[in-house]
């Protein structure tokens, strides 16, 4: 996905408007903002990006009735939600009094949203993943508490793995048992072997740099920027995960340079792949009519020399210091916290918590959600890079290079190329 201005790109980073959810959770609803709650009221006005409203539904109603704070949602898409965010803090005068934010919007709007450093207990800390703390704290202060999270695991066909003939003749042709993968050796056979007869054994997603990135904090560097904003792109850990990731191709359906999340999701669903990497909210929205639907097993995210890696998709829910409620405001922060398990009974199916996560992983139709949180877990997980300029170069440097690499181009070329780009972006 090259833009966030779709679906897809909504799918990223765990957002509401999935490709499944969108006719359910309302996308595209709202309008202009009510006048935000005066000072001391109960009545809070959230913005949200559109269907936020149902993961956040049934925080609303637990609030009221523990806190006795009433929950007007705003909901827009997701342009312009952000166009309305960048309007109001730049007035400094704001229509609500809570917003979702978008992990990669915390950068832009640090100086308009206020702390929210007690929430941050030691006990609030342990109980939320640590790439999720360490990016809540922007310049030594929490700015937002995360309300939902993803993460992408391995999603792999049981039935085609648990077949006698298939166990068979993988163990003839390499030796080993047929299963869920845990290195990226076995994943590299796994999808040769399945491979055939109209079959894939994987996709390889061109059109979405996320999943790249993965493969470049398992090889054991941060993405893209170091902790000093240095460009960091051409080094050997970033060629590693280029050349890994382009090594699929031969085993993935043609046409890798355009396929983005809504299509890897498709193919998968239809049944023409065997594996695919993809955000654990997808399990549980596999349709029931689908060729693959009960057929599917997760797994983790599988571990580079530096450990397991994902690149987490959370949203934050920020107080503006604009805000004349925001004792109020803080309130429904703190439910929003307090009862973060009640968004797995949405739609979407997410929470930011692991003991949310917990409290369902060993329900049926759940299953995904340990694979998620050691995912999560992971010693390389780790947020994207912290700069306002982090869309402009994904969408007009990382995608369209990933694009010219999977289609045949150099790896040590085309990341030259990019390096020089993006430090251009960041003068």
Known sequence: MSTRKNINRLATIGGICTV???????????????????????TVNVLVEAGGHAELTGVAEQCKKEAGVDVNFVELPYDGMFNRLSSEFSSGTVSFDVAALDSVWLPSFKDAVQPIDELFTDEAKKDIFPALVKEANVDGHFIGMPAWTNAEIILYRKDLFEDAKNK????????????????????????????????????????????????????????????????????????????????????????????????????????????????????????????????????????GSAGVGGVP????????????????????????YDYNDKGIESNLGLAARISAFEKYQDKPGYESFKPLIQTLNGKATATRPATEKWQQIVDTVLVPMLQKAVAGGDSATLLADAKKQIEDLLK
């Open 20 to 42: 499944v959810a969108l006719a359910a959770s309302g996308c595209g609803a709202g309008g202009p903002a009510s006048s935000s709650g005066s000072a001391g009221t109960s």
């Open 168 to 303: 068979a003749d993988f163990q003839a042709k390499y030796g080993y048992g047929l299963a869920a993968p845990t290195t990226w050796k076995q994943y590299q056979d796994i999808s040769a072997f399945f491979t055939k007869d109209g079959m894939y054994g994987t996709d390889v997603k061109g059109g979405v740099e996320t999943e790249w990135l993965a493969h470049v904090l398992q090889a054991g560097s941060p993405m893209v920027l170091d902790a000093n904003n240095k460009v960091v792109i051409d080094n050997a850990a970033h060629k590693e995960a280029l050349d890994f990731y382009t090594s699929l191709v031969k085993d993935a359906p043609s046409g890798a340079a355009q396929v983005d999340w809504a299509a890897a999701q498709n193919l998968f669903n239809q049944g023409k792949t065997a594996m695919t990497r993809f955000w654990a909210h997808a399990y549980r929205q596999i349709p029931k009519d689908s060729a693959v639907a009960g057929k599917v097993g997760a797994a983790p995210m599988i571990a």
């Open 313 to 336: 998709g959370p949203w934050y829910l920020s107080v503006p210091k604009a805000t004349k409620n925001a004792d109020a405001a803080k309130k429904f922060v703190k439910c929003a």
